[in-house]
């Protein structure tokens, strides 16, 4: 263990999220990739990604997360997910499963993969296709059923929004009746391009807490045979979550470019140039980066956090979404009823009662390019 500074000892990365590819088939209006990816498209090589994985791993990380954009796309994965497994790595892919085939599933758990979290956008096949702006539902319901019949947990991943809240009933059936073992059900977090569409994303607080009965409904009747997460929606509350356990103590992210990221959403923050991993090892952007150290500890903190007696419970709350409402990423979390900046979040709650007319911005490579110059 190694200590930066005045700040508390620092821990190993546990989690690490390689996304491989910013390329995905879909469009998904709420994806959290950042809204500038096209600028970002040289992806690391397969030898990249083993070097990134071994220093990783020794350095104790032992949750992996492959994703992306599709980590399909990348005809590598079953080399990188055999690599992590010879390493003792725990994997999860978390994939959209559209082109996913019987064989390949296969392949990828004969690679040693541990576990797939397959996402379907809504429960009616309209809704779903035109939410992943492709034709994919039926093929999402058969790859999940083939999961399920190889031997792996079924994990079934819903992002929750105004589009499929009045669903939640659906939703649940729908997990039902695929034989799900865990069912995440994700209310939309605004980062990327969801924050680009919140007004078009975000339910109401009464949609809201009538999903929020529904799910935990379910959650009793479905004891002991289907584990429910509800995420809630931090908006919703009155202090800030704990975002990624506290920046720099626990989750790595690898953007698909090299780019290392305190969490997925970091990229957006207005930070000239992140460490990568072409350059540093994994343990001196970890240990001694400056954006890595730049908001470990409480030292960085203005109040009303620094003197909260909740800081080492939230540890400020989350930075991306401080600078995205705000503009200031030093700035006390606004979902934090503290903060002189609550009004933005209520303001936001006030405006999903009524919120203007604006079209779907779906997420694709065109619309990066035109929205951030890639
Ligand atoms: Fe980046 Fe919370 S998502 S700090």
Same mark, same amino acid.
């Given at each position: 263990?190694?200590?930066?500074?005045?700040?508390?000892?620092?821990?190993?990365?546990?989690?690490?999220?390689?996304?491989?590819?910013?390329?995905?088939?879909?469009?998904?209006?709420?994806?959290?990739?950042?809204?500038?990816?096209?600028? &970002?498209?040289?992806?690391?090589?397969?030898?990249?990604?083993?070097?990134?994985?071994?220093?990783?791993?020794?350095?104790?990380?032992?949750?992996?997360?492959?994703?992306?954009?599709?980590?399909?796309?990348?005809?590598?994965?079953?080399?990188?997910?055999?690599?992590?497994?010879?390493?003792?790595?725990?994997?999860?892919?978390?994939?959209?499963?559209?082109?996913?085939?019987?064989?390949?599933? @296969?392949?990828?758990?004969?690679?040693?993969?541990? &576990?797939?979290?397959?996402?379907?956008?809504?429960?009616?096949?309209?809704?779903?296709?035109?939410?992943?702006?492709?034709?994919?539902?039926? &093929?999402?319901?058969? !790859?999940?059923?083939?999961?399920?019949?190889?031997?792996?947990?079924?994990?079934?991943? !819903?992002?929750?929004?105004?589009?499929?809240?009045?669903?939640?009933?659906?939703?649940? %059936?729908? @997990?039902?009746?695929?034989?799900?073992?865990?069912?995440?059900?994700?209310?939309?977090?605004?980062?990327?391009?969801?924050?680009?569409?919140?007004?078009?994303?975000?339910?109401?607080?009464?949609?809201?807490?009538?999903?929020? @009965?529904?799910?935990?409904?379910?959650?009793?009747?479905?004891?002991?045979?289907?584990?429910?997460?509800?995420?809630?929606?931090?908006?919703?509350?009155?202090?800030?979550?704990?975002?990624?356990?506290?920046?720099?103590?626990?989750?790595?992210?690898?953007?698909?470019?090299? @780019?290392?990221?305190?969490? &997925?959403?970091?990229?957006?923050?207005?930070?000239? %140039?992140?460490?990568?991993?072409?350059?540093?090892?994994?343990?001196?952007?970890?240990?001694?980066?400056?954006?890595?150290?730049?908001?470990?500890?409480?030292?960085?903190?203005?109040?009303?956090?620094?003197?909260?007696?909740?800081?080492?419970?939230?540890?400020?709350?989350?930075?991306?979404?401080?600078?995205?409402?705000?503009?200031?990423? =030093?700035?006390?979390?606004?979902?934090?009823?503290?903060?002189? =900046?609550?009004?933005?979040?209520?303001?936001?709650?006030?405006?999903?009662?009524?919120?203007?007319?604006?079209?779907?911005?779906?997420?694709?490579?065109?619309?990066?390019?035109?929205?951030?110059?890639?």
């Amino acid at each position: 263990m190694k200590t930066a500074g005045s700040k508390p000892p620092l821990s190993p990365p546990r989690w690490l999220l390689a996304e491989l590819t910013y390329r995905c088939p879909l469009q998904c209006p709420y994806c959290s990739n950042p809204v500038d990816f096209a600028r &970002h498209e040289e992806e690391l090589s397969t030898e990249d990604w083993k070097r990134v994985l071994t220093q990783a791993r020794e350095m104790g990380a032992v949750q992996l997360g492959f994703s992306g954009g599709e980590p399909l796309t990348r005809r590598d994965l079953e080399e990188l997910v055999a690599h992590a497994r010879r390493l003792g790595y725990y994997s999860n892919l978390i994939t959209s499963g559209y082109g996913l085939t019987e064989a390949r599933i @296969a392949a990828l758990k004969e690679a040693g993969l541990d &576990h797939i979290q397959v996402s379907i956008q809504a429960p009616e096949k309209d809704l779903s296709d035109f939410l992943a702006g492709t034709e994919s539902f039926e &093929h999402k319901k058969q !790859v999940a059923r083939w999961v399920k019949e190889q031997g792996y947990p079924m994990v079934l991943c !819903v992002v929750i929004h105004r589009h499929n809240i009045e669903q939640m009933e659906g939703i649940l %059936e729908m @997990a039902i009746e695929l034989g799900a073992d865990y069912l995440e059900l994700a209310n939309t977090q605004y980062y990327g391009w969801a924050h680009l569409n919140r007004v078009q994303l975000m339910p109401t607080r009464a949609q809201f807490e009538r999903a929020e @009965a529904i799910a935990q409904s379910y959650k009793e009747k479905l004891k002991g045979k289907m584990k429910i997460y509800y995420v809630i929606p931090d908006f919703y509350e009155d202090r800030p979550k704990a975002c990624m356990n506290g920046w720099g103590t626990t989750f790595l992210t690898i953007a698909p470019d090299g @780019a290392a990221l305190p969490c &997925h959403s970091a990229r957006e923050l207005p930070i000239d %140039e992140f460490p990568n991993v072409r350059q540093m090892s994994v343990r001196e952007i970890w240990e001694e980066s400056e954006i890595f150290n730049r908001f470990r500890g409480f030292d960085w903190m203005p109040e009303p956090c620094r003197s909260c007696d909740e800081k080492h419970k939230d540890y400020g709350g989350c930075r991306c979404q401080a600078y995205l409402l705000t503009g200031d990423m =030093n700035a006390t979390d606004p979902v934090c009823a503290k903060s002189p =900046n609550r009004r933005l979040i209520d303001q936001a709650i006030a405006e999903a009662d009524s919120p203007p007319e604006a079209p779907l911005i779906f997420r694709n490579l065109r619309a990066s390019r035109q929205l951030r110059g890639g």
